[in-house]
């Protein structure tokens, strides 16, 4: 290995760790760590519990190991090193290592081996492992704050998603029960007041009226469903399936076929609402894009998951291009129905082939919970 890095020019505190038995190569190393530029404060270690204890009591910015003491090798110090602090460079320094033990160390993860015999490159080497370990914890430490962002994305993702329904469930119940509620009672009184008006010119008014207040109630209704159907929370996934494909079945639409088990085991209410909006986003774009004669939905599942495929025979389209698109803000359905798979600890792909049809696989864990009564 060669080291094209110079030592530094100015003098650097060195906090090293040395696993080594002998004296005069723990003074031979201190020399060449001075004549390298370094000001070294070593710690002296020959056993593992020393190694231990000394990596627990301080930050230490490299470790210089001999290959073999009688109570720890190379190897074992490497590992024991490692598993405190996968970053920390670690060089062997030994005084009759062959190349087959070389080549096990480097295995290992050992950084560097240098001989004893020949210390003239410890600087460069210290110098350039100490430079890798910075970049690797500035690596370690981009991960981390990578991670953490996107768990308190997917966090505020969740909570979004839940406030949705919530706000979904409370206008739907208001609307279906206050005012569903209000405006039938209009429309029975308007009704009443018609027949008790005989052969009053108003009567054909008040009839008129009625009407629309009946026209007002179903699409209140309607919306009320739409926005979240009551069997969702009330008899389960199956039947608001079974509710949606009605819904959408009409004389010049597709056929829309539902194979479900009768006894879907009730799961936990955020895997039963992720995969009822994804049937809903999925059927929407079947009968918005895709121009099929039929749309197929089936629900299985096993002991521990739920797996659900929507099918349809239309036109088929360019997964990732649509993907693409919606990454750029042309659309919510695709990315959505990710999201809600995905935060429900399930996962979801697309297979379309253009002229072939769409297939939307999605798979959940099934966490069975009792429904109330
Ligand atoms: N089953 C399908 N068949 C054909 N094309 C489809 C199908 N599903 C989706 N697409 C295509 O993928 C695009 C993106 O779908 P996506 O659901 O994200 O958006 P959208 O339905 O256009 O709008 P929205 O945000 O209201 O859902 C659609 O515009 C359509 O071109
Ligand atoms: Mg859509």
């Not at 030592?7 to 696993?19: D, F, G, H, K, Q």
């Not at 990596?55 to 073999?68: C, F, G, K, P, Q």
């Not at 020949?118 to 914890?137: D, F, K, S, V, W």
């Amino acid at each position: 290995m060669t080291d094209t890095a110079n030592p530094p020019a100015m003098r650097e505190p060195l906090r090293v760790i040395l696993v080594e038995d002998s004296a005069d190569d723990v003074a031979l190393l201190l020399r060449a760590l001075r004549i390298a530029g370094y000001v070294p404060e070593h710690a002296l270690v020959q056993t593992p519990d020393e190694l231990d204890r000394v990596l627990r009591t301080a930050r230490w910015d490299i470790v210089l190991s001999d290959y073999a003491l009688p109570a720890l090798t190379g190897l074992m110090a490497l590992r024991q090193v490692f598993a405190f602090d996968p970053d920390i460079p670690f060089i062997i320094v030994s005084g009759n290592i062959g190349e087959d033990v070389a080549v096990a160390a480097m295995k290992a993860g050992a950084h560097d081996y240098l001989l004893k015999d020949n210390l003239t490159r410890l600087g460069g080497a210290i110098q350039r492992e100490l430079r890798e370990a910075g970049m690797r914890r500035a690596r370690r430490r981009n991960e981390l704050e990578l991670l953490a962002a996107k768990q308190r994305l997917q966090a505020l993702s969740n909570r979004m998603l839940e406030m949705q329904e919530t706000e979904r469930r409370h206008i739907a119940r208001e609307l279906h029960d206050e005012i569903g509620q209000s405006l039938t009672a209009i429309k029975l009184s308007l009704d009443t007041l018609a027949r008790r008006l005989g052969d009053d010119p108003a009567r054909h008014l008040a009839g008129e009226i009625a009407a629309a207040a009946g026209h007002v109630l179903d699409q209140v209704r309607q919306l009320s469903l739409d926005l979240r159907p009551p069997q969702l929370d009330d008899l389960g996934l199956r039947a608001a399936l079974h509710w949606l494909v009605k819904r959408h079945t009409c004389e010049d639409g597709p056929i829309i076929e539902l194979d479900a088990p009768e006894e879907v085991p009730c799961c936990a209410p955020q895997a039963e609402t992720a995969c009822f909006r994804i049937v809903q986003e999925t059927l929407t774009n079947a009968l918005r894009h895709a121009d099929a004669a039929k749309v197929r939905i089936a629900l299985k599942t096993d002991p521990g998951h739920c797996y659900l495929e929507v099918s349809d025979d239309g036109r088929g389209f360019d997964v990732e291009a649509a993907r693409a698109r919606a990454l750029q803000g042309a659309s919510l359905g695709l990315l959505s129905m990710h999201e809600r798979a995905t935060l429900a600890g399930g996962d979801l792909s697309i297979a379309s082939v253009a002229g072939d049809g769409t297939c939307v696989h999605a798979r959940f864990p099934l966490t069975a919970v009792a429904r109330e009564p």
